[in-house]
Protein backbone atom coordinates (compact mmCIF):
# COMPACT_ATOMS: atom_id res chain seq x y z
CA UNK A 1 0.00 0.00 0.00
CA UNK A 2 1.37 3.31 -0.93
CA UNK A 3 0.69 6.38 1.23
CA UNK A 4 0.12 10.11 -0.83
CA UNK A 5 -0.94 13.29 0.77
CA UNK A 6 -2.65 16.24 -0.66
CA UNK A 7 -3.57 19.70 0.52
CA UNK A 8 -5.87 21.77 -1.27
CA UNK A 9 -8.27 24.99 -0.59
CA UNK A 10 -11.16 22.96 -0.99
CA UNK A 11 -12.23 19.44 -1.58
CA UNK A 12 -15.24 17.85 -3.33
CA UNK A 13 -16.28 14.67 -2.23
CA UNK A 14 -18.39 13.33 -4.83
CA UNK A 15 -17.93 14.55 -8.75
CA UNK A 16 -21.56 14.04 -9.51
CA UNK A 17 -24.33 17.12 -10.42
CA UNK A 18 -23.80 19.31 -7.30
CA UNK A 19 -19.87 18.55 -7.08
CA UNK A 20 -19.69 19.28 -11.01
CA UNK A 21 -21.45 22.33 -10.75
CA UNK A 22 -19.66 22.99 -7.16
CA UNK A 23 -16.48 23.32 -8.82
CA UNK A 24 -17.53 25.39 -12.07
CA UNK A 25 -18.99 27.99 -9.13
CA UNK A 26 -15.77 28.08 -7.29
CA UNK A 27 -13.41 28.58 -10.42
CA UNK A 28 -15.67 30.97 -12.06
CA UNK A 29 -15.56 33.60 -8.54
CA UNK A 30 -11.90 32.69 -7.03
CA UNK A 31 -8.36 31.33 -7.69
CA UNK A 32 -9.07 28.60 -5.12
CA UNK A 33 -7.47 25.28 -5.62
CA UNK A 34 -9.71 23.17 -5.69
CA UNK A 35 -9.77 19.02 -5.63
CA UNK A 36 -12.53 16.74 -7.03
CA UNK A 37 -12.71 12.87 -5.65
CA UNK A 38 -14.50 10.79 -7.14
CA UNK A 39 -15.01 7.20 -6.30
CA UNK A 40 -16.18 5.75 -10.25
CA UNK A 41 -15.11 8.71 -13.29
CA UNK A 42 -16.74 12.18 -13.77
CA UNK A 43 -17.59 11.69 -17.14
CA UNK A 44 -20.01 8.95 -16.48
CA UNK A 45 -20.98 9.01 -12.86
CA UNK A 46 -23.58 9.90 -10.08
CA UNK A 47 -27.25 9.75 -10.82
CA UNK A 48 -26.75 11.17 -14.50
CA UNK A 49 -24.69 8.92 -15.98
CA UNK A 50 -27.14 7.15 -18.00
CA UNK A 51 -28.81 10.40 -18.67
CA UNK A 52 -32.05 11.99 -18.42
CA UNK A 53 -35.01 13.13 -20.78
CA UNK A 54 -36.57 16.01 -18.68
CA UNK A 55 -35.34 18.98 -16.03
CA UNK A 56 -37.98 18.35 -13.40
CA UNK A 57 -37.25 21.53 -11.26
CA UNK A 58 -38.02 24.89 -13.50
CA UNK A 59 -39.87 27.54 -13.18
CA UNK A 60 -41.93 27.55 -16.07
CA UNK A 61 -43.53 30.84 -17.95
CA UNK A 62 -46.39 32.18 -15.25
CA UNK A 63 -45.16 30.23 -12.30
CA UNK A 64 -42.62 32.01 -8.76
CA UNK A 65 -39.99 30.21 -7.10
CA UNK A 66 -42.55 30.45 -3.90
CA UNK A 67 -44.77 27.95 -6.41
CA UNK A 68 -42.31 25.72 -6.30
CA UNK A 69 -41.78 26.12 -2.98
CA UNK A 70 -45.65 25.47 -2.30
CA UNK A 71 -45.46 22.68 -4.22
CA UNK A 72 -42.72 20.42 -2.38
CA UNK A 73 -44.30 21.59 0.89
CA UNK A 74 -47.59 19.86 -0.25
CA UNK A 75 -46.29 16.59 -1.73
CA UNK A 76 -44.25 15.97 2.04
CA UNK A 77 -47.36 17.45 4.20
CA UNK A 78 -45.37 20.55 5.25
CA UNK A 79 -41.89 19.24 6.65
CA UNK A 80 -39.32 21.10 4.40
CA UNK A 81 -37.18 23.90 5.10
CA UNK A 82 -38.86 26.15 3.15
CA UNK A 83 -36.20 28.72 3.60
CA UNK A 84 -33.83 26.02 1.64
CA UNK A 85 -36.76 25.17 -0.79
CA UNK A 86 -37.01 28.97 -1.98
CA UNK A 87 -33.11 29.75 -2.30
CA UNK A 88 -33.05 26.74 -4.55
CA UNK A 89 -36.02 27.89 -6.33
CA UNK A 90 -34.70 31.03 -7.14
CA UNK A 91 -31.52 29.50 -9.15
CA UNK A 92 -33.48 26.71 -10.91
CA UNK A 93 -33.75 28.74 -14.03
CA UNK A 94 -30.61 30.20 -13.97
CA UNK A 95 -28.66 27.09 -13.95
CA UNK A 96 -30.66 25.83 -16.68
CA UNK A 97 -29.71 28.31 -18.95
CA UNK A 98 -25.57 27.95 -17.87
CA UNK A 99 -26.13 23.94 -18.54
CA UNK A 100 -27.80 24.87 -22.24
CA UNK A 101 -24.86 27.35 -22.51
CA UNK A 102 -22.44 24.11 -22.07
CA UNK A 103 -24.15 22.38 -24.76
CA UNK A 104 -26.91 20.68 -23.48
CA UNK A 105 -29.98 20.34 -26.06
CA UNK A 106 -33.19 21.23 -24.64
CA UNK A 107 -36.24 21.25 -26.78
CA UNK A 108 -37.92 24.21 -27.78
CA UNK A 109 -40.88 25.48 -29.79
CA UNK A 110 -41.85 27.04 -32.88
CA UNK A 111 -41.47 30.58 -30.91
CA UNK A 112 -38.21 29.81 -29.54
CA UNK A 113 -39.55 29.00 -25.91
CA UNK A 114 -38.69 25.85 -24.22
CA UNK A 115 -41.29 22.76 -24.45
CA UNK A 116 -42.89 22.00 -21.30
CA UNK A 117 -43.92 19.06 -19.28
CA UNK A 118 -46.41 19.95 -17.25
CA UNK A 119 -46.03 22.95 -14.82
CA UNK A 120 -42.60 22.57 -13.86
CA UNK A 121 -40.62 20.02 -16.21
CA UNK A 122 -38.69 20.92 -19.69
CA UNK A 123 -38.22 18.24 -22.26
CA UNK A 124 -34.55 17.62 -23.09
CA UNK A 125 -32.04 15.56 -24.96
CA UNK A 126 -29.88 14.23 -21.78
CA UNK A 127 -28.20 11.48 -22.94
CA UNK A 128 -25.29 13.23 -22.93
CA UNK A 129 -25.64 15.50 -19.86
CA UNK A 130 -23.25 14.23 -17.75
CA UNK A 131 -19.97 14.07 -20.02
CA UNK A 132 -21.05 17.59 -20.78
CA UNK A 133 -20.75 18.98 -17.21
CA UNK A 134 -17.78 17.03 -16.76
CA UNK A 135 -15.93 18.47 -19.57
CA UNK A 136 -16.66 22.14 -18.52
CA UNK A 137 -14.88 21.04 -15.38
CA UNK A 138 -11.61 19.01 -16.79
CA UNK A 139 -11.32 22.57 -18.80
CA UNK A 140 -10.87 24.38 -15.18
CA UNK A 141 -7.00 25.22 -14.47
CA UNK A 142 -7.66 25.18 -10.54
CA UNK A 143 -9.44 22.21 -10.50
CA UNK A 144 -7.99 18.86 -10.13
CA UNK A 145 -9.86 15.47 -10.34
CA UNK A 146 -9.05 12.16 -8.87
CA UNK A 147 -11.11 9.40 -10.32
CA UNK A 148 -11.41 5.86 -9.03
CA UNK A 149 -10.64 7.69 -5.36
CA UNK A 150 -13.08 6.26 -2.32
CA UNK A 151 -13.42 8.62 0.46
CA UNK A 152 -13.91 6.63 3.49
CA UNK A 153 -14.35 8.88 6.17
CA UNK A 154 -13.85 12.70 7.37
CA UNK A 155 -10.81 14.48 9.30
CA UNK A 156 -12.57 16.26 11.87
CA UNK A 157 -11.39 17.24 15.37
CA UNK A 158 -13.16 19.85 17.80
CA UNK A 159 -15.95 19.76 15.14
CA UNK A 160 -13.33 21.52 12.37
CA UNK A 161 -13.04 19.39 9.67
CA UNK A 162 -9.67 19.34 8.56
CA UNK A 163 -10.00 17.51 5.11
CA UNK A 164 -10.51 13.45 4.54
CA UNK A 165 -9.27 9.98 4.18
CA UNK A 166 -9.36 7.91 1.42
CA UNK A 167 -8.20 4.60 -0.92
CA UNK A 168 -7.17 4.84 -4.73
CA UNK A 169 -9.23 1.58 -6.08
CA UNK A 170 -6.82 1.32 -9.08
CA UNK A 171 -3.78 2.67 -7.57
CA UNK A 172 -3.63 0.89 -4.07
CA UNK A 173 -2.74 4.53 -2.12
CA UNK A 174 -4.24 5.27 1.16
CA UNK A 175 -4.93 9.32 0.46
CA UNK A 176 -4.73 11.93 2.92
CA UNK A 177 -6.17 14.77 1.93
CA UNK A 178 -6.01 18.16 3.70
CA UNK A 179 -8.42 21.31 2.96
CA UNK A 180 -9.47 24.09 4.39
CA UNK A 181 -12.67 23.47 3.55
CA UNK A 182 -14.94 20.24 2.55
CA UNK A 183 -18.46 20.46 0.45
CA UNK A 184 -19.68 16.73 0.33
CA UNK A 185 -21.68 16.37 -2.43
CA UNK A 186 -22.07 12.59 -2.59
CA UNK A 187 -25.28 10.40 -3.23
CA UNK A 188 -27.91 9.06 -1.32
CA UNK A 189 -28.15 5.33 -0.27
CA UNK A 190 -29.32 2.47 -1.86
CA UNK A 191 -28.47 -0.70 -1.27
CA UNK A 192 -30.05 -0.77 2.84
CA UNK A 193 -33.16 -2.46 1.96
CA UNK A 194 -33.93 -6.33 -0.27
CA UNK A 195 -34.56 -5.13 -3.56
CA UNK A 196 -37.80 -5.77 -6.37
CA UNK A 197 -35.56 -8.41 -8.06
CA UNK A 198 -32.96 -11.26 -7.05
CA UNK A 199 -29.60 -12.64 -7.40
CA UNK A 200 -28.25 -11.68 -10.95
CA UNK A 201 -31.01 -8.57 -11.35
CA UNK A 202 -30.76 -7.21 -7.70
CA UNK A 203 -28.91 -4.04 -9.32
CA UNK A 204 -32.10 -3.53 -11.37
CA UNK A 205 -33.23 -0.80 -9.11
CA UNK A 206 -34.75 2.72 -9.43
CA UNK A 207 -31.67 4.49 -7.63
CA UNK A 208 -27.89 3.88 -8.62
CA UNK A 209 -26.69 1.15 -6.32
CA UNK A 210 -23.21 2.75 -6.24
CA UNK A 211 -25.05 5.11 -4.26
CA UNK A 212 -24.10 4.04 -0.64
CA UNK A 213 -25.34 6.89 2.07
CA UNK A 214 -21.11 7.34 1.88
CA UNK A 215 -21.77 11.24 2.87
CA UNK A 216 -24.33 10.48 5.11
CA UNK A 217 -22.06 8.21 7.42
CA UNK A 218 -19.65 10.46 7.30
CA UNK A 219 -21.54 12.57 8.70
CA UNK A 220 -22.59 10.40 10.63
CA UNK A 221 -19.39 9.30 12.41
CA UNK A 222 -18.17 12.66 12.60
CA UNK A 223 -21.35 13.64 15.01
CA UNK A 224 -23.21 15.86 11.85
CA UNK A 225 -26.83 17.10 13.37
CA UNK A 226 -28.71 15.03 10.52
CA UNK A 227 -32.58 15.35 9.73
CA UNK A 228 -35.79 13.73 8.70
CA UNK A 229 -34.36 10.19 7.13
CA UNK A 230 -37.87 8.81 8.39
CA UNK A 231 -38.50 10.17 5.09
CA UNK A 232 -37.50 7.36 2.69
CA UNK A 233 -38.01 7.61 -0.47
CA UNK A 234 -40.54 4.35 -2.22
CA UNK A 235 -40.21 5.09 -6.38
CA UNK A 236 -43.50 3.60 -8.60
CA UNK A 237 -41.98 1.58 -11.24
CA UNK A 238 -43.02 -0.17 -13.75
CA UNK A 239 -43.31 -3.89 -12.60
CA UNK A 240 -40.00 -6.01 -13.21
CA UNK A 241 -38.38 -3.13 -15.45
CA UNK A 242 -38.33 -0.74 -12.11
CA UNK A 243 -38.61 1.82 -15.84
CA UNK A 244 -40.01 5.35 -14.37
CA UNK A 245 -43.32 5.99 -14.76
CA UNK A 246 -43.67 9.76 -14.60
CA UNK A 247 -43.23 9.46 -18.31
CA UNK A 248 -46.20 7.33 -18.83
CA UNK A 249 -48.03 9.50 -16.16
CA UNK A 250 -47.37 12.91 -17.33
CA UNK A 251 -46.06 11.98 -21.05
CA UNK A 252 -49.52 10.33 -22.17
CA UNK A 253 -51.47 11.29 -19.04
CA UNK A 254 -51.94 7.63 -17.98
CA UNK A 255 -54.15 7.09 -14.81
CA UNK A 256 -53.32 4.52 -12.00
CA UNK A 257 -56.20 1.43 -12.66
CA UNK A 258 -56.72 -1.49 -10.58
CA UNK A 259 -57.40 -4.85 -12.07
CA UNK A 260 -60.82 -4.25 -12.44
CA UNK A 261 -60.78 -1.06 -14.88
CA UNK A 262 -61.18 1.56 -11.95
CA UNK A 263 -59.13 4.67 -11.38
CA UNK A 264 -57.97 4.79 -7.63
CA UNK A 265 -55.22 7.61 -7.88
CA UNK A 266 -58.20 10.18 -6.73
CA UNK A 267 -59.04 8.01 -4.21
CA UNK A 268 -56.11 8.07 -2.30
CA UNK A 269 -54.35 11.00 -3.56
CA UNK A 270 -51.95 12.48 -5.97
CA UNK A 271 -48.65 12.77 -3.50
CA UNK A 272 -45.79 10.49 -4.17
CA UNK A 273 -46.26 8.65 -1.36
CA UNK A 274 -49.84 8.44 -1.88
CA UNK A 275 -49.59 6.96 -5.18
CA UNK A 276 -47.43 4.34 -3.88
CA UNK A 277 -49.68 3.69 -1.19
CA UNK A 278 -52.79 3.21 -2.77
CA UNK A 279 -50.66 0.59 -5.33
CA UNK A 280 -50.02 -1.58 -2.34
CA UNK A 281 -53.24 -0.94 -0.75
CA UNK A 282 -54.79 -1.84 -3.95
CA UNK A 283 -53.00 -4.85 -3.92
CA UNK A 284 -53.80 -6.11 -0.41
CA UNK A 285 -57.37 -5.24 -0.49
CA UNK A 286 -57.29 -7.49 -3.78
CA UNK A 287 -58.09 -5.60 -6.56
CA UNK A 288 -54.85 -5.98 -7.75
CA UNK A 289 -52.16 -5.94 -10.17
CA UNK A 290 -52.32 -2.12 -10.73
CA UNK A 291 -51.45 -0.78 -13.99
CA UNK A 292 -50.89 2.79 -15.82
CA UNK A 293 -53.58 3.25 -18.34
CA UNK A 294 -51.80 3.15 -21.76
CA UNK A 295 -54.55 0.71 -23.82
CA UNK A 296 -56.01 3.39 -26.42
CA UNK A 297 -53.29 5.61 -26.79
CA UNK A 298 -52.86 6.83 -29.89
CA UNK A 299 -49.86 6.21 -32.43
CA UNK A 300 -48.18 8.85 -32.12
CA UNK A 301 -47.96 8.46 -28.57
CA UNK A 302 -46.65 4.87 -29.44
CA UNK A 303 -43.64 6.00 -30.88
CA UNK A 304 -43.01 8.53 -28.54
CA UNK A 305 -43.32 6.57 -25.43
CA UNK A 306 -41.01 3.06 -27.20
CA UNK A 307 -37.96 6.49 -28.00
CA UNK A 308 -38.43 7.95 -24.71
CA UNK A 309 -37.62 4.44 -22.94
CA UNK A 310 -35.15 3.50 -25.48
CA UNK A 311 -33.37 6.37 -24.18
CA UNK A 312 -33.58 6.40 -20.34
CA UNK A 313 -34.79 2.88 -19.71
CA UNK A 314 -34.02 0.02 -22.51
CA UNK A 315 -35.33 -2.70 -20.67
CA UNK A 316 -38.97 -1.44 -21.11
CA UNK A 317 -39.06 -1.03 -24.35
CA UNK A 318 -37.59 -4.18 -25.27
CA UNK A 319 -40.04 -5.85 -22.95
CA UNK A 320 -42.92 -3.90 -25.23
CA UNK A 321 -41.13 -5.31 -28.60
CA UNK A 322 -40.52 -8.88 -26.74
CA UNK A 323 -44.47 -9.26 -26.07
CA UNK A 324 -45.34 -8.18 -29.63
CA UNK A 325 -47.68 -5.87 -28.14
CA UNK A 326 -47.67 -1.81 -28.17
CA UNK A 327 -48.23 0.23 -24.72
CA UNK A 328 -51.58 1.40 -26.48
CA UNK A 329 -52.22 -2.74 -26.56
CA UNK A 330 -51.77 -3.23 -22.77
CA UNK A 331 -51.70 -1.60 -19.43
CA UNK A 332 -48.04 -1.26 -18.01
CA UNK A 333 -48.03 -3.00 -14.60
CA UNK A 334 -46.53 -1.14 -11.63
CA UNK A 335 -44.96 -1.46 -8.47
CA UNK A 336 -43.43 0.55 -5.27
CA UNK A 337 -39.67 -0.31 -5.23
CA UNK A 338 -37.55 -0.87 -1.68
CA UNK A 339 -36.79 2.05 0.24
CA UNK A 340 -34.23 4.50 -0.03
CA UNK A 341 -33.13 7.39 1.35
CA UNK A 342 -32.30 10.27 -1.00
CA UNK A 343 -32.11 14.25 -0.39
CA UNK A 344 -33.31 14.61 -3.89
CA UNK A 345 -36.35 13.71 -3.82
CA UNK A 346 -37.55 13.65 0.29
CA UNK A 347 -35.71 15.79 2.97
CA UNK A 348 -33.60 13.28 4.32
CA UNK A 349 -29.92 14.67 4.76
CA UNK A 350 -27.52 17.04 6.64
CA UNK A 351 -29.15 19.60 9.00
CA UNK A 352 -27.69 22.43 6.88
CA UNK A 353 -28.73 26.55 7.15
CA UNK A 354 -29.37 28.44 4.00
CA UNK A 355 -25.69 27.84 3.15
CA UNK A 356 -25.81 24.52 2.74
CA UNK A 357 -23.15 24.46 6.02
CA UNK A 358 -23.33 21.58 7.98
CA UNK A 359 -23.25 21.58 11.75
CA UNK A 360 -19.63 20.72 11.57
CA UNK A 361 -17.62 24.07 10.38
CA UNK A 362 -16.02 24.07 7.72
CA UNK A 363 -18.06 21.37 5.99
CA UNK A 364 -21.03 22.14 3.74
CA UNK A 365 -23.30 20.10 1.62
CA UNK A 366 -25.26 20.20 -1.56
CA UNK A 367 -27.31 17.68 -3.87
CA UNK A 368 -28.81 14.66 -2.24
CA UNK A 369 -26.93 14.67 1.08
CA UNK A 370 -28.04 18.15 2.08
CA UNK A 371 -31.37 17.49 4.18
CA UNK A 372 -34.39 19.71 4.36
CA UNK A 373 -35.28 20.15 0.45
CA UNK A 374 -37.19 17.98 -0.91
CA UNK A 375 -37.40 17.70 -5.24
CA UNK A 376 -34.58 18.67 -6.16
CA UNK A 377 -33.90 16.84 -9.08
CA UNK A 378 -31.13 18.06 -11.53
CA UNK A 379 -31.64 21.40 -11.40
CA UNK A 380 -32.10 21.84 -7.83
CA UNK A 381 -28.74 19.76 -6.96
CA UNK A 382 -26.92 22.14 -9.14
CA UNK A 383 -28.53 25.04 -7.41
CA UNK A 384 -27.26 23.73 -3.98
CA UNK A 385 -24.09 22.95 -5.71
CA UNK A 386 -23.74 26.38 -6.59
CA UNK A 387 -24.58 27.54 -3.18
CA UNK A 388 -22.16 25.21 -1.39
CA UNK A 389 -19.07 26.63 -3.79
CA UNK A 390 -19.78 30.69 -2.67
CA UNK A 391 -20.23 29.44 0.54
CA UNK A 392 -17.15 27.85 0.69
CA UNK A 393 -15.14 30.33 -1.01
CA UNK A 394 -16.48 33.01 1.42
CA UNK A 395 -15.60 30.71 4.45
CA UNK A 396 -11.59 29.78 3.47
CA UNK A 397 -10.98 33.64 3.55
CA UNK A 398 -11.18 34.05 6.73
CA UNK A 399 -10.16 30.35 7.88
CA UNK A 400 -7.48 27.83 7.16
CA UNK A 401 -7.43 24.50 8.47
CA UNK A 402 -4.88 22.88 10.74
CA UNK A 403 -3.17 19.40 9.32
CA UNK A 404 -4.62 16.68 10.33
CA UNK A 405 -3.44 14.62 13.40
CA UNK A 406 -0.50 11.61 12.79
CA UNK A 407 -2.83 9.53 15.31
CA UNK A 408 -6.00 9.64 12.81
CA UNK A 409 -3.37 9.30 9.97
CA UNK A 410 -2.28 6.15 11.82
CA UNK A 411 -5.59 4.33 13.15
CA UNK A 412 -7.00 4.83 9.82
CA UNK A 413 -3.77 2.74 7.72
CA UNK A 414 -3.82 0.43 10.35
CA UNK A 415 -8.05 -0.33 9.78
CA UNK A 416 -6.58 -0.71 5.86
CA UNK A 417 -4.28 -3.11 6.87
CA UNK A 418 -6.73 -5.08 8.79
CA UNK A 419 -8.80 -5.70 6.05
CA UNK A 420 -6.16 -6.57 3.59
CA UNK A 421 -3.92 -9.09 5.84
CA UNK A 422 -4.90 -12.39 6.84
CA UNK A 423 -8.56 -13.71 6.13
CA UNK A 424 -10.20 -14.72 9.87
CA UNK A 425 -13.46 -13.88 8.95
CA UNK A 426 -16.39 -16.16 8.74
CA UNK A 427 -18.37 -14.32 6.07
CA UNK A 428 -18.04 -12.29 2.58
CA UNK A 429 -19.08 -8.97 2.27
CA UNK A 430 -21.78 -9.71 -0.20
CA UNK A 431 -23.15 -12.21 2.36
CA UNK A 432 -23.29 -9.62 5.51
CA UNK A 433 -25.02 -7.00 2.64
CA UNK A 434 -27.55 -9.73 2.02
CA UNK A 435 -28.11 -10.38 5.84
CA UNK A 436 -28.83 -6.77 6.37
CA UNK A 437 -30.79 -6.17 3.71
CA UNK A 438 -33.20 -9.11 4.65
CA UNK A 439 -33.18 -7.42 8.37
CA UNK A 440 -34.45 -4.19 6.83
CA UNK A 441 -36.73 -6.04 4.79
CA UNK A 442 -38.41 -7.94 7.76
CA UNK A 443 -38.46 -5.46 10.77
CA UNK A 444 -37.76 -1.93 9.23
CA UNK A 445 -40.39 -1.90 6.52
CA UNK A 446 -38.95 -2.98 3.47
CA UNK A 447 -40.78 -4.50 0.74
CA UNK A 448 -41.52 -8.24 2.46
CA UNK A 449 -44.16 -6.17 4.90
CA UNK A 450 -45.80 -3.91 2.40
CA UNK A 451 -43.24 -1.15 3.81
CA UNK A 452 -45.52 -1.30 7.17
CA UNK A 453 -43.75 -1.80 10.67
CA UNK A 454 -43.73 -1.39 14.47
CA UNK A 455 -41.54 -0.41 17.62
CA UNK A 456 -40.99 -4.26 18.27
CA UNK A 457 -39.92 -4.50 14.59
CA UNK A 458 -37.75 -1.89 14.68
CA UNK A 459 -35.79 -2.50 17.81
CA UNK A 460 -35.16 -6.27 16.24
CA UNK A 461 -33.70 -4.94 13.50
CA UNK A 462 -31.19 -1.98 15.43
CA UNK A 463 -30.48 -5.12 17.50
CA UNK A 464 -29.83 -7.59 14.21
CA UNK A 465 -27.66 -4.27 12.43
CA UNK A 466 -24.89 -3.49 15.65
CA UNK A 467 -24.51 -7.33 15.09
CA UNK A 468 -23.84 -6.91 11.97
CA UNK A 469 -21.44 -3.87 12.22
CA UNK A 470 -19.44 -6.22 14.69
CA UNK A 471 -19.22 -8.33 12.16
CA UNK A 472 -18.14 -6.35 9.45
CA UNK A 473 -14.76 -5.32 11.41
CA UNK A 474 -13.09 -8.61 10.48
CA UNK A 475 -13.83 -8.82 7.13
CA UNK A 476 -11.24 -9.52 4.81
CA UNK A 477 -10.23 -8.17 1.53
CA UNK A 478 -7.65 -9.84 -1.68
CA UNK A 479 -7.26 -5.90 -3.29
CA UNK A 480 -8.64 -2.59 -3.03
CA UNK A 481 -11.84 -3.20 -4.99
CA UNK A 482 -12.74 -5.53 -2.26
CA UNK A 483 -11.67 -2.92 0.02
CA UNK A 484 -13.92 -0.61 -1.30
CA UNK A 485 -17.35 -2.98 -1.09
CA UNK A 486 -16.51 -3.61 2.75
CA UNK A 487 -16.55 0.06 3.37
CA UNK A 488 -19.55 0.47 0.98
CA UNK A 489 -21.46 -2.06 3.08
CA UNK A 490 -19.90 -0.34 6.59
CA UNK A 491 -21.47 2.70 5.09
CA UNK A 492 -25.44 1.25 4.85
CA UNK A 493 -24.82 -0.03 8.15
CA UNK A 494 -24.10 2.87 9.51
CA UNK A 495 -27.14 4.64 7.70
CA UNK A 496 -29.40 1.54 8.75
CA UNK A 497 -29.04 2.94 12.40
CA UNK A 498 -29.67 6.20 11.54
CA UNK A 499 -33.37 5.21 9.24
CA UNK A 500 -34.45 2.93 12.22
CA UNK A 501 -33.78 5.06 14.96
CA UNK A 502 -35.89 7.96 12.73
CA UNK A 503 -38.38 5.71 11.81
CA UNK A 504 -39.02 5.22 16.00
CA UNK A 505 -38.54 8.74 17.05
CA UNK A 506 -42.01 10.09 14.64
CA UNK A 507 -44.91 8.23 16.36
CA UNK A 508 -47.79 9.18 13.70
CA UNK A 509 -48.02 8.20 10.03
CA UNK A 510 -47.60 11.29 7.55
CA UNK A 511 -46.42 9.63 4.63
CA UNK A 512 -47.93 6.26 3.50
CA UNK A 513 -45.98 3.86 3.19
CA UNK A 514 -42.74 5.84 3.34
CA UNK A 515 -42.85 5.78 6.82
CA UNK A 516 -45.73 3.59 7.61
CA UNK A 517 -45.61 3.26 11.44
CA UNK A 518 -48.53 0.57 12.16
CA UNK A 519 -48.24 1.28 15.82
CA UNK A 520 -49.01 5.12 15.32
CA UNK A 521 -51.48 4.63 12.03
CA UNK A 522 -52.62 8.30 12.71
CA UNK A 523 -51.05 11.50 11.03
CA UNK A 524 -50.32 13.54 14.41
CA UNK A 525 -50.14 17.68 13.39
CA UNK A 526 -50.26 18.58 17.27
CA UNK A 527 -47.13 17.19 19.05
CA UNK A 528 -45.45 16.01 15.23
CA UNK A 529 -45.15 19.00 13.04
CA UNK A 530 -41.54 19.06 14.08
CA UNK A 531 -38.49 17.94 11.97
CA UNK A 532 -37.00 14.99 13.52
CA UNK A 533 -32.75 15.36 13.76
CA UNK A 534 -30.45 13.32 15.14
CA UNK A 535 -26.58 12.87 16.19
CA UNK A 536 -24.90 10.12 17.31
CA UNK A 537 -23.03 10.64 20.78
CA UNK A 538 -21.15 7.96 22.16
CA UNK A 539 -22.06 4.99 20.19
CA UNK A 540 -25.83 6.01 20.47
CA UNK A 541 -28.19 8.01 18.32
CA UNK A 542 -29.68 11.10 19.77
CA UNK A 543 -33.49 12.31 18.31
CA UNK A 544 -33.55 16.11 18.48
CA UNK A 545 -36.99 17.64 17.68
CA UNK A 546 -36.56 20.88 15.99
CA UNK A 547 -39.54 23.59 15.31
CA UNK A 548 -40.86 24.04 11.73
CA UNK A 549 -39.27 27.11 9.24
CA UNK A 550 -42.49 28.70 8.04
CA UNK A 551 -43.49 31.94 6.44
CA UNK A 552 -40.32 33.80 5.46
CA UNK A 553 -38.17 32.20 8.39
CA UNK A 554 -34.70 31.30 8.23
CA UNK A 555 -32.51 28.78 9.80
CA UNK A 556 -28.96 29.87 10.31
CA UNK A 557 -27.30 27.80 13.03
CA UNK A 558 -23.70 28.67 14.48
CA UNK A 559 -21.63 25.79 14.62
Keep these: MKTERIRTDILIIGGGTAGCYAAMTIAEHSDAMVLICEKAHIKRSGCLAAGVNALNAYITEGRTPQDYVDYAKKDADGIVREDLLLTMSERLNSV ?128 AEMTTFEMRFIALRCKDTIAPTGTLAQGVGAKQINSLGEVYETKYGLTTSERVYGTVNENLEGRGPCYLRTESITEEQNESLMKAYLNMAPSQTLKWIESGKKPSEQNVEIEGTEPYIIGGHTASGYWVDTNRATTIKGLFAGGDVAGGCPQKYVTGALAEGEIAGFSAVEFIKQNNSEEIDEEAVRSHAEEIERFLGEDKSQFTTEQLEEAMQTVMDSYAGGIRTNYRFNEKQLDIADEKIVQLEKLSENLHADDFQELMYIYELRERLTVCRSVIAHLKARHETRWHSFAENLDYPEKDDVNWRKYVNSRLENGEIKIILRDLTEGGQTYEHFN
Design 96 to 223: TEKLEQLGLVILKDENGKYVTRGNRNLKINGENIKPILAAAVEKLPNVTVLNHVNITDFAVSENRIKGAFGIGIENDTFYIIEANAVIVATGGAAGLYKPNNPGFSRHKMWYPPFNTGAGYAMGIRAG
